[in-house]
């Protein structure tokens, strides 16, 4: 007999795909014809971008089941990364980058008579988040591949993102983002993965087998998660890690009981109301509290997600709990996805038959909270009512936590009824609401703001009770950003200058850019940068011409504010001195005017009277401003519509001024910030969030600070008085007397009285009138700066050189250190892309 398996016996095995240009060439061409059943001659760019993401989804499938053969083999902790938002932005020109197949597939492309920047642009912006949190997330993600960690992102994956935004007559209009409208090739599809979360219904008591009495949930309306996978690839290490999008669907289509009754309609109906859930993210930067929609959301994430990750426990393991603490973290975003202590408790509880106190230790040891704000309304709470009515048997959870944790408060603290109600996650009143960032923080054993100001306020004041119980639970994690996709992607320029003059580690290691530091003082690697900084500018410039008509000047400053729209960001601070050059140059002094582009972009929430008639306002003095010939050549005002990720990525690396003028107090960190201070902009701030440790990273010589401190805001608010600041400030006095005069709005009377009711209001929160002066004296030490350029050249090398430090690689490795503390995967296969 021969030893050759004959062939049917010979096993059937995947051979690895190549990526070199001619085999993406050949793949791209069979997606397209083939799949996708197109002529390569007359393809659209969109189909031929479809097929090139199936090409290069198929490399990154490769690495994907590698990555999860490691994790198994490895057997160690994971981390999970639960989130109402990612703001992911687009894949195609970060899956080259993090591949490393750029060169190969411009050449297949070019091949077939194509061109990557035609395809790069079709595609749509994954919008599934609203700013900085959900960018921040995405960010996370990337860093957490990169360092090999084994952290698998949760989210929803909305049928609609963020809204896009349109201008008319200076006026936000919000247009539906059908962003899955032709597909995405990312994903994949798990429906073998598919978990069903309850909802509604009624908690009743039963008795086991052996006598003991046990909950359970019953009678209710059921709504199955279907999850879908997209893989986030490292930096050039072989791993690509997990963000698994739950979409909601209805158990099944037909009721068959009013279907035979008729009533077609109606069981059609009930697949409407499930499928809901996922239809559209809530476009609110702050929150929602109340929507019943948006509660049902939270709850369908947090269920679906731990359904999940128990499933594959049990799998391995059985019901044997003792080491699943060990093994897992879940990072709660914010408190969106908070209700998932309550739910872990109930899987572990009514599912799984642990008792109390096992699944309470659990709980509590895989939690971990990251706190993203201190504005009151942010602060998310639940009519008891609603949440009782939606989940009976998860409130009653809550119920048995409170009732537990307060009376080992009132045992540390005898008699003190004032404390008990301060902690309780039971906020009384007329309407009882379930603060769930008091559910967040008992239920933690981590705690941890998002730069240090934040989280000290978050320690002296937010949670300063809790923090007095439990000291040891808070934590810093100053936010940070991908330096993959925010200055080697979106400033291919300036990363080849800095590689050629540091090498390239720095793309791992973003703290070897201070080696750039003594590059400051060379003339010839100044005039370099410089160089590549206008060619950035100008092609900014023929962006905001192609999409607003404004014609920007390109060797004036580039003045960039950009941003949700946000009182508490304080556009109309900028916004006034924006008024003020132009009434200077009115006033005859455009001499000595250093020319300025002043851009403004940022979305408005839909309901939020007051961001939107700012938008208005800055139109409206935009247009005032570039249509007097007078301002030509010195000052350009723009308000660039639908900011997003993808529109970022061209701004930052053409901004010589970044603007974080936030009332100090206010911003919890901040990220813009740090995506341009890499790319060589010089920042005009206050002493809030991050902006604090940027200044000391880059030296306050290098950094325009100005305004109140934090603890001066909260003192002298009792105080304020705007009126004061407009008398003690000439300038100040003329820019209101303008706006009032009904300058910007001739044939719009009135329209602006809300922004000045708000400004001279002596309870304006955000006090702008209070630091007008201040920004004003700095804003004319950016213009003398200018006009220095080697001094301002050498300062935008330097902010470069410093930045390092917020890399969000620096924040997942602290992140791991301190919260999770998970074993890197070591690649046991070479040869991986
Ligand atoms: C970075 C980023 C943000 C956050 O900006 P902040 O200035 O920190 O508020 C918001 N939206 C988009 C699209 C971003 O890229």
New binding site residues.
């Given amino acids: 007999m021969s030893s050759q398996p004959t062939p049917s016996e010979r096993p059937c095995r995947l051979e690895p795909l190549g990526t070199d240009a001619d085999t993406l060439c050949r793949d791209l061409l069979r997606y397209l014809e083939l799949g996708l059943g197109q002529d390569a001659g007359q393809a659209s760019p969109l189909a031929v971008y479809t097929a090139l993401g199936l090409t290069l989804r198929d490399r990154l499938a490769q690495n994907w089941k590698h990555t999860s053969e490691l994790r198994r083999q490895q057997g160690g902790k994971r981390a999970f990364y639960l989130s109402l938002e990612f703001?992911l932005?687009r894949a195609l020109g970060n899956t080259l980058l993090n591949l490393g197949l750029e060169e190969e597939t411009r050449e297949a492309l070019h091949r077939q008579r194509r061109d990557l920047p035609e395809l790069l642009d079709v595609e749509p912006d994954a919008?599934l988040?609203?700013?900085?949190l959900?960018?921040?997330a995405a960010c996370f993600l990337d860093s957490c591949a990169t360092l090999a960690l084994p952290v698998t992102g949760y989210g929803i994956r909305y049928a609609y993102g963020m809204f896009r935004q349109e201008i008319h007559a200076g006026e936000q209009r919000e247009e539906p983002d059908h962003w899955l409208k032709h597909g995405y090739p990312w994903e994949l599809k798990r429906p073998e993965r598919v978990r069903r979360v309850q909802f509604g219904g009624r908690s009743e008591s039963y008795r086991d087998g052996q006598g003991r009495e046990h909950r359970r949930w019953v009678d209710t309306r059921d709504v199955l998660a279907v999850p879908y996978d997209i893989p986030i690839p490292g930096y050039r290490n072989g791993i690509v890690n997990t963000l698994r999008l739950w979409r909601a669907a209805a158990t099944d289509i037909f009721d068959l009981g009013e279907f035979n009754a008729g009533a077609y309609p109606e069981a059609v109906a009930a697949k409407n109301e499930a499928e809901h859930i996922s239809m559209v993210l809530y476009p609110n930067d702050s929150s929602e509290n109340g929507k019943e929609l948006r509660l049902r959301q939270q709850y369908f994430l947090a269920s679906a997600s731990l359904q999940d990750v128990l499933a594959d426990w049990t799998a391995e393991r059985g019901e044997d709990f003792r080491d699943f603490a060990e093994r897992h973290s879940f990072q709660l975003n914010d408190t969106h996805p908070s209700v998932a202590v309550a739910e872990l408790m109930r899987l572990l509880l009514d599912e799984h038959g642990l008792g109390w106190d096992e699944a309470w230790s659990i709980t509590s040891r895989t939690m971990a909270y990251t706190n993203h704000t201190l504005l009151p309304e942010a602060l998310e709470k639940w009519p008891v009512r609603l949440f009782g009515h939606l989940l009976p048997r998860v409130l009653e959870i809550i119920y048995e936590i409170n009732a537990r944790f307060l009376r080992q408060v009132a045992q540390r603290a005898p008699g003190d009824t004032a404390l008990l109600q301060r902690l309780s996650l039971i906020e009384e009143g007329p309407e009882p609401m379930i603060r769930m960032a008091h559910l967040a923080v008992v239920g933690s054993f981590s705690v941890n703001g998002v730069a240090a100001l934040h989280t000290q306020l978050l320690k002296e004041e937010l949670f300063r009770d809790f923090y007095r119980l439990w000291p040891e639970r808070f934590n810093n994690k100053t936010n940070g950003?991908t330096p993959r996709r925010?200055l080697l992607w979106a400033n291919p320029e300036l990363s080849q200058l800095i590689s050629q003059r540091i090498g390239e580690g720095w793309r791992e290691d973003l703290a070897q850019l201070s080696a750039l530091a003594p590059a400051a003082d060379d003339p010839q690697f100044r005039a370099h940068w410089a160089e590549v900084r206008r060619n950035n500018k100008a092609r900014l410039a023929a962006l905001v011409r192609a999409q607003t008509g404004v014609e920007l000047i390109p060797e004036a400053i580039f003045d960039v504010q950009?941003?949700?729209i946000h009182e508490y960001?304080r556009q109309l601070l900028n916004a006034l001195h924006v008024i003020h050059l132009y009434d200077r140059i009115k006033r005859g002094e455009a001499s000595q005017i250093t020319p300025r582009n002043v851009l403004f972009a940022?979305k408005a929430a839909p309901g939020y009277f007051m961001a939107k008639r700012i938008i208005k306002f800055i139109n409206n003095v935009a247009a005032a401003i570039n249509d007097d010939p007078d301002t030509e050549g010195l000052l350009r005002v723009c308000f660039l519509p639908d900011?997003?990720?993808s529109?970022?990525?061209r701004i930052?690396a053409a901004t010589d001024l970044s603007e974080?003028i936030s009332t100090a107090g206010k911003?919890a960190?901040?990220?813009?910030?740090?995506?341009f201070m890499m790319n060589g902009a010089l920042t005009i701030g206050t002493l809030d969030?991050a902006n604090i440790e940027i200044r000391e990273a880059v030296g306050p010589e290098n950094f325009f600070l100005f305004g109140l401190r934090a603890e001066e805001v909260a003192r002298l608010r009792p105080q304020y008085d705007p009126r004061q600041a407009v008398a003690a400030d000439e300038d100040l006095e003329r820019v209101m007397d303008l706006i009032q005069s009904g300058y910007f709005n001739p044939f719009e009377p009135g329209i602006f009285d809300p922004i000045l009711h708000a400004l001279l209001a002596p309870q304006d929160p955000w006090m702008v009138l209070a630091d007008f002066s201040s920004y004003k004296h700095r804003q004319s030490d950016v213009a003398a700066l200018w006009h220095d350029q080697t001094e301002w050249q050498r300062q935008s090398v330097l902010n470069t050189a410093a930045s390092g430090r917020f890399s969000s690689d620096r924040s997942i490795a602290e992140y791991n250190r301190d919260i999770w503390n998970l074993q890197p995967l070591v690649a046991s296969v070479p040869g991986l892309v």
């Fill in positions: 703001l932005g919008g988040g609203n700013g900085g959900g960018r921040l950003v925010w950009v941003k949700r960001k940022g900011y997003r990720v529109v970022m990525e930052c974080q911003e960190s901040g990220t813009g910030n740090m995506k969030g």
